[in-house]
């Protein structure tokens, strides 16, 4: 996976990161909450990346830029405890956030990440730590997302294990133990294995964090001598004597808890509403990014999943167990940024006090994995902070309303505006015509020298290979029927190496690859398909969606005709479609089947 740089700075032709300035800041008699406590009134100055003073008293220094604090709350800039980190790395600094600890993804990412890191080269993207690669057992969590990732078996083997992990790069070591359901059981490392890699990374000086999804895990990883548990887990209400000695355990090992609300209420088919309803917020999400807030994992809602969450949390604040405000952001049901002021929010819920919320992504995660130059507002400390009007340590709703935020003490209105306004010129009415289709729908056009359309690019393989793939596809004009009609037929062979391998034949309608095309002229796609019986996926993709969306179709034996709605394609944008797929997939195996006489009608 590589990180997608911001279409703000780049795409849009702004071409430049925000400028590393020596510039005075004065941000003058704000509410300030340190990281810690709340005060009334105070005034911060920055200068350059660092804050020099954390109460200010006196004029403005000749020079300075002043922004007054009158009515707002200023904080130190949020850390996000629990991302997957390899996308839309400016996206977390237009909500606050400026620190992201990265709980997975590939090494060559997280290896671009340190060096930016290291040579003060990302000031237009938030900070991030990450444990590269995680450690798991063949087969499980973590080995199905189409990355080759090395796996361990045995405990012997776990010192070698994780200098490899430290040589790459790892920040810190991350482990899972992660069973799976009756319904989709998972392999996982045993408790030996685990034990093993805690010690070998604690003799190393480096945190083990482990992955968990179930009492039974989250308290055999605290019996182990994990630093931190990643998740809390699912489910009704706990019995008294399971809380109690779960939470007696954690103070016992002293370790912190990331219980990632956000990521349990999408399995638990709860929606970020608070984030979704929020047109500000909305505001600085594009099409693309959106997307993601409105798929849960959980395909009906069923808030009581989310008893025991809310219960263990009440009861770890309570004993004074460190909380981390964490996301899981990039899963289905969340976002980067965004959905870290929708965690507070949860963490509020669930009983903590806005103060608490705050200190949750500020100062405990930059003292759970040892960030000691942020998450407080305090003399030389990085000038990560964040500034919002209202008073955010009685209401932590008033996060919402950001007026600045501050990266290495640069501010990052510009990133946000620019933003902004991108966001409201693809959301813009459209005012062209639709494109003309020809009288009869027909998109399809084969023949034994060209698989010609009557607009765009026309017709071509689809195969996951670009992606890292190993599916491939053939595909073979076939004599006419009755109908004068040239069937094509595709041979496609499914093969292990993406997370979501396919293989089968596409349509691009604009004139070059990805190009948009105006199909609203149309209402259904048609076509005729036989073939071995097995299930395929027409995938549909427009501008701002990365992920195609589908729906499925059975090839029988006998010619049938197949009639798919418009409307059925959930979140595509008709006005700027950009591909057409008919896919296999992803099931691994061989497929056949024909298609013929493809159109785009009205009904």
């Known amino acids: 996976m590589k990180p997608v740089l911001s279409k703000v700075l780049f795409v849009c032709g702004l071409g430049l990161t925000i400028p590393a300035l020596a510039d005075t800041w004065l941000i003058r008699d704000a509410r300030v909450f340190d990281g810690e406590q709340l005060h009334a009134k105070r005034s911060v100055l920055v200068k350059g990346d660092k804050i020099v003073d954390a109460d200010f008293r006196g004029r403005a220094p000749a020079g300075a830029r002043v922004v007054e604090g009158a009515g707002r709350t200023l904080?130190?800039?949020?850390?996000?405890?629990?991302?997957?980190?390899?996308?839309?790395?400016?996206?977390?600094?237009?909500?606050?956030?400026?620190?992201?600890?990265?709980?997975?993804?590939?090494?060559?990412?997280?290896?671009?990440?340190?060096?930016?890191?290291?040579?003060?080269?990302?000031?237009?993207?938030?900070?991030?730590?990450?444990?590269?690669?995680?450690?798991?057992?063949?087969?499980?969590?973590?080995?199905e997302y189409g990355m080759a990732i090395p796996t361990l078996t045995r405990p012997e083997d776990a010192k070698d294990f994780v200098d490899a992990r430290i040589a790459e790069g790892s920040n810190f070591i991350k482990i899972v133990m992660e069973e799976?359901?009756?319904?989709?059981?998972?392999?996982?490392?045993?408790?030996?294995?685990?034990?093993?890699?805690?010690?070998a990374a604690h003799a190393r000086g480096k945190l083990a964090v482990v992955h968990i999804s179930s009492l039974a895990s989250a308290s055999a990883?605290?019996?182990?001598?994990?630093?931190?548990?990643?998740?809390?887990?699912?489910?009704?209400?706990?019995?008294?004597?399971?809380?109690?000695?779960?939470?007696?355990?954690?103070?016992?090992?002293?370790?912190?808890?990331?219980?990632?609300?956000?990521?349990?209420?999408?399995?638990?088919?709860?929606?970020?509403?608070?984030?979704?309803?929020?047109?500000?917020?909305?505001?600085?999400?594009?099409?693309?990014?959106?997307a993601p807030l409105k798929v849960t994992y959980g395909k009906q809602a069923n808030a009581a999943l989310m008893a025991?969450?809310?219960q263990v949390v009440a009861a770890l604040n309570q004993a004074r167990v460190p909380l981390l405000a964490g996301t899981d952001a990039g899963n289905s049901g969340t976002?980067?940024?965004?959905?870290?002021?929708?965690?507070?929010?949860?963490?509020?819920?669930?009983?903590?006090?806005?103060?608490?919320?705050?200190?949750?992504?500020?100062?405990?995660p930059a003292r759970a994995f040892k960030l000691a130059d942020r998450g407080r507002i305090a003399k030389g400390y990085k000038a990560n902070l964040l500034l919002v009007q209202g008073d955010a340590g009685s209401d932590i709703g008033a996060l919402h309303n950001i007026v600045e935020v501050w990266k290495d003490g640069d501010a990052v209105s510009p990133l946000r505006?620019?933003?902004?306004?991108?966001?409201?010129?693809?959301?813009?009415?459209?005012?062209?015509?639709?494109?003309?289709?020809?009288?009869?729908?027909?998109?399809?056009?084969?023949s034994a020298d060209k698989l010609a359309s009557p607009f765009g690019l026309g017709w071509g393989p689809s195969v996951d290979k670009f992606m890292g793939g190993q599916s491939s596809v053939e595909l073979k004009v076939q004599?006419?029927?009755?109908?004068?009609?040239?069937?094509?037929?595709?041979?496609?062979?499914?093969?292990?190496?993406?997370?979501?391998?396919?293989?089968?034949?596409?349509?691009?309608?604009?004139?070059?690859?990805?190009?948009?095309?105006?199909?609203?002229?149309?209402?259904?796609?048609?076509?005729?398909?036989?073939?071995?019986?097995?299930?395929?996926?027409v995938a549909v993709m427009s501008t701002g969606v990365s992920i195609p969306v589908n729906q499925s179709f059975q090839a029988s034996e006998q010619w049938q005709e197949v009639v798919l709605p418009f409307d059925g394609f959930k979140g595509i944008d008709f006005g700027a479609v950009t591909m057409i797929a008919f896919n296999a997939g992803p099931e691994l195996g061989?497929?056949?089947?024909?298609?013929?006489?493809?159109?785009?009608v009205n009904q």
């Open 590 to 600: 061989e497929y056949s089947f024909q298609i013929a006489d493809v159109r785009l």
């Open 180 to 199: 799976g359901s009756p319904a989709h059981p998972m392999k996982t490392l045993d408790l030996p294995t685990v034990k093993a890699v805690i010690a």
């Open 308 to 310: 025991a969450p809310k």
């Open 221 to 290: 990883a605290l019996d182990a001598g994990a630093d931190g548990l990643a998740h809390l887990f699912n489910g009704a209400r706990l019995s008294d004597q399971e809380l109690a000695a779960f939470v007696k355990l954690a103070q016992q090992k002293r370790a912190f808890i990331v219980p990632t609300m956000s990521v349990l209420e999408s399995i638990a088919g709860l929606r970020e509403e608070d984030v979704l309803g929020d047109a500000g917020l909305a505001g600085l999400l594009n099409k693309e990014q959106t």
């Open 75 to 143: 904080m130190p800039g949020l850390i996000d405890a629990h991302v997957h980190a390899y996308r839309y790395l400016d996206l977390p600094l237009m909500f606050g956030v400026t620190t992201q600890i990265d709980m997975f993804t590939s090494v060559g990412t997280m290896q671009q990440l340190n060096q930016k890191m290291r040579s003060n080269d990302n000031h237009g993207e938030a900070d991030v730590y990450s444990s590269g690669t995680l450690i798991t057992a063949p087969g499980g969590h973590g080995t």
């Open 417 to 446: 505006k620019a933003q902004q306004e991108s966001v409201a010129a693809e959301l813009a009415p459209r005012t062209q015509q639709p494109l003309a289709l020809p009288a009869d729908g027909r998109i399809s056009q084969f």
């Open 335 to 364: 976002q980067y940024g965004v959905s870290l002021l929708h965690e507070l929010n949860s963490l509020v819920q669930a009983g903590l006090t806005p103060p608490q919320a705050l200190a949750s992504a500020t100062s405990a």
């Open 479 to 537: 004599d006419a029927g009755a109908d004068g009609q040239r069937p094509l037929a595709v041979s496609a062979k499914v093969a292990a190496g993406f997370a979501y391998p396919w293989a089968g034949l596409a349509f691009m309608p604009g004139a070059q690859p990805m190009q948009p095309a105006d199909l609203r002229g149309a209402k259904v796609l048609r076509f005729r398909v036989k073939g071995d019986g097995r299930r395929y996926n």
